[in-house]
């Protein structure tokens, strides 16, 4: 079974540019998130999508951070502008679906640089 | 509000030696606890989970973790660590509704020939 897929691997941008993260979850799962991993730090949840719907994005910076989840598949992320603080690695997880206690599957995650 | 600490970012053992990381966490209702493993470049991999049936519980790679309700504490332990054991380690809790994680500060563990 395929894993989560991320791409890119690693970007790098300068300040107040823009980039877009993509994920691809596991086939047939329902939920997907994104974390936001600060070097030296726990993932932090920005955003979480049942289908296509969000169910969670109390955390994301809305002013710049933007996410979508077309048909309920793939989700993209998207920073504009990118500030220097923005430097860390997305992660994207998916699950079956929103159960409690339900096993994240994380991707191999995005490590972005703000310079 | 859910909150985790994870005892000490960096945890140093010897090949063979017990592993112990520590994690304790506050939830307003019980929660569901997870222990993650990071290897350098990777994703964050599951250990083991609680989600309310047995306290010990049993995962991968020879670990495991005892819920403590009383104490509100979850912690991770190896008899006999190995090389491979080298990795960052997260605890992580959920509520009952709606699945999203939050995760302690992490602990790195280095394992010393």
């Known amino acids: 079974e395929a894993g989560v897929a991320q791409s890119p691997r690693y970007k790098i941008i300068e300040k107040r540019q823009s980039v877009a993260f993509w994920c691809n979850p596991i086939?047939?799962?329902?939920?997907l998130y994104w974390y936001q991993q600060i070097l030296g730090q726990g993932p932090k949840l920005l955003i979480q999508f049942q289908n296509n719907g969000v169910v969670d994005d109390s955390q994301l910076p809305k002013d710049r951070f933007s996410a979508e989840r077309l048909k309920g598949v793939d989700s993209t992320l998207k920073i504009q502008p990118a500030k220097l603080e923005d430097s860390a690695v997305y992660l994207c997880a998916s699950s079956e679906e929103r159960t409690p206690g339900g096993e994240q599957y994380f991707g191999p995650g995005t490590r972005l640089t703000v310079t | 509000a859910q909150s985790v600490t994870q005892l000490g970012s960096h945890v140093s053992v010897s090949e063979g030696a017990l592993v112990l990381l520590r994690c304790n966490y506050s939830s307003s209702v019980p929660p569901y606890l997870f222990w993650y493993v990071q290897y350098p470049n990777q994703g964050l991999q599951l250990l083991l989970k609680?989600?309310?049936?047995?306290?010990l519980v049993k995962g991968i790679n020879g670990f495991e973790a005892e819920f403590k309700k009383s104490e509100t504490s979850f912690h991770l332990t190896k008899p006999s660590a190995h090389m491979s054991d080298a990795a960052e380690y997260f605890c992580a809790v959920s509520r009952a509704a709606g699945n999203k994680l939050t995760f302690g500060g992490g602990t790195r563990v280095l394992v010393k020939p």
């Open positions: 086939s047939g799962h329902a939920t």
């Open positions: 609680y989600t309310s049936a047995a306290t």
